[in-house]
């Protein structure tokens, strides 16, 4: 359990000086009452005394306990759980290589991959959980998959092109990403140890693994390292599918980058390739169906850590001993404590 605001605790202090307060109070109501001369009422019959006096001691402690735990929500508690959510998996995966900077398409194929992006995160459904990679020459996954499509879009925005294109890099990150999105959150340990080896998994039929999908956004132009049709080959031994979605025109264009004129234009051949071996599907960024995207992703159960406020809880036990505790006040002496 953690603290959000440790200082609350020091509210708890409060709580002796509240009793020296309510018997300095009480010396003085019997002080007054002496006065009055109301003391020397006859004796209670006996063995009726001690019952009475076990429960004001006992509506004492409660109140007591009551106060405590009302100064301690004061310092907002928060437990980390472990919960079983729903989920399904999708990677949206970006070609931010210099090419994407062509206007074949307007304005250009970055914006026109940014707006089939945003489409999708448009249409997401409830229980999936989206994240962004992006690739040129290498890759990189920037935004974890999520539910909240605020970080997913602001980190599709800030994609800008540069340098060459690895689709199996990029394809590669996807992968990662949506092993971090799957795997339950372990237990905490701490080990100098290196971790064990992972074995390879076995291969399954291509698309059978339908929990996950990668969404290529790409104009299909390769030339670095890794082959991307050895990589989606992985990908499709792990069942998991791509779907490919081709920015940019068969015509293309010529490209002014770095004082040097570049002939690009869009490979779907490429894009059909990597998608068909995966047992996914190819669309043009001009034609996107968001709808057949999510159609054929299903969800699994995973566990997650999460933090959680008891804030909540503990202020509403805290109620329930202070009405519990002023209650017997109440019925055995007809006044608050």
Excluded: C
Excluded at 22 to 35: D, N
Excluded at 45 to 65: E, I, N
Excluded at 112 to 125: C, E, L
């Amino acid at each position: 359990m953690t603290l959000q605001w440790p200082l609350g605790l020091l509210a708890i202090l409060l709580v002796p000086l509240g009793l020296w307060l309510s018997r300095r109070i009480e010396e003085r109501r019997r002080e007054r009452i002496a006065a009055l001369g109301l003391l020397g009422r006859p004796a209670m019959p006996p063995g009726t005394g001690r019952p009475s006096t076990l429960l004001g001691r006992l509506a004492s402690v409660l109140v007591v306990a009551a106060f405590v735990l009302l100064a301690f929500g004061l310092a907002r508690p928060q437990a980390t759980v472990s919960l079983p959510r729903i989920e399904g998996t999708l990677v949206l995966t970006f070609d931010v290589s210099a090419s994407m900077l062509a206007d074949d398409v307007a304005p250009s194929r970055m914006d026109a991959a940014k707006a089939a992006a945003k489409a999708i995160v448009g249409a997401q459904p409830a229980g999936v959980v989206i994240g962004v990679a992006a690739f040129s020459d290498g890759g990189l996954s920037i935004q974890a998959p999520t539910a909240d499509q605020t970080p997913v879009l602001a980190a599709i925005d800030r994609l800008v092109p540069s340098r060459g294109t690895s689709i199996g890099q990029g394809i590669n990150a996807a992968l990662a990403a949506i092993d971090q999105a799957e795997r339950d959150t372990p237990a905490s340990y701490y080990s100098n140890r290196s971790a064990p080896p992972t074995p390879l998994p076995t291969a399954v039929p291509p698309g059978s693994h339908d929990e996950a999908a990668i969404v290529l956004i790409s104009d299909g132009e390769n030339n670095e390292r890794p082959d991307p049709i050895a990589v989606a080959q992985a990908a499709a031994d792990r069942g998991i599918r791509i779907v490919a979605v081709g920015v940019g025109t068969a015509e293309g264009t010529t490209l002014d980058f770095d004082g040097f004129r570049v002939q690009t234009a869009l490979d779907d051949t490429m894009l059909r390739q990597v998608s068909g071996l995966t047992a996914g599907t190819y669309q043009p960024a001009a034609e996107l169906d968001v709808a057949a995207i999510y159609r054929d992703l299903a969800t699994h159960l995973v566990a997650r850590e999460t933090t959680v406020e008891l804030t909540g809880l503990v202020a509403a036990l805290g109620l329930v001993l202070l009405l519990a505790g002023v209650g017997l006040t109440l019925a055995r002496q007809g006044r608050l404590p």
